[in-house]
């Protein structure tokens, strides 16, 4: 099936509320431009040059959003034009987004990325480490104040087994009602990140706001690329 296809048909089963990012890491930008044209305008990428590469040779009301794992020392590549990061797992990095981003006069708004796998090589903060961060910003606010926390994200292990996805998602979504009840003047979460091609409809079942969806559109990836990120 065509990319255009592909959008068509799962859009057609998002409900309103959940936003689609449409993953197009490694694939070329005559593939995004499929995308752009069938009227698509959120592209996730999880390698910070190969955003920085796409961003310069797409149209300028794309918003970019890095899903990948950032190293703190990339985040001045990125952060003068990205509209969501993702995978925020330290206050290192947070607060190195927070620096580039006032260098750039922006508000960057982040999603904390929460670990919920079995496998212990996806990041993401325990519970514990996301509050952390949480009360840090709030005490401390003034520190800051260009960038905004406006969500979590998520990666469930990479299994078929449908009762232990829903365990993980299940809890996500928990510790997202806890904290969504909370604001402060940066942090409003209102953005829960989860789910993907294989699981897109059950993480949306357990209250995602927001589905990141690569292959289902654009087609199978090289078994070669590796799954993470920089
Ligand atoms: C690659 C990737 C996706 C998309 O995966 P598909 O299975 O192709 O839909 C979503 N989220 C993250 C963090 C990814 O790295």
Redesign the pocket.
Known sequence: MSIALNLTNIKSQLPEHVTL?A?S?TKPVTDLMEAYNAGQRIF?E?YVQELVDKHDQMPKDIEWHF??HLQSRKAKLIVPFVSLI??VDSLKLLEEINKQAQKNNRVVDCLLQVHIAEEDTKFGLDEQELDEILKQVQNDSENYKNIRIVGL?G?ATFTENEKQLEKEFNLLKSIFDNNSKFNAANWQLNTL?M??????KLAISCGSTM????????G??SPLTP???N
């Open positions: 990012v993953v890491k996730g999880n899903i990948g993702h995978g994200m990666m990140s789910g993907m091609s294989g699981d897109y589905v990141r969806i690569g292959s289902s559109i654009f199978n990836r799954k993470g990120g």
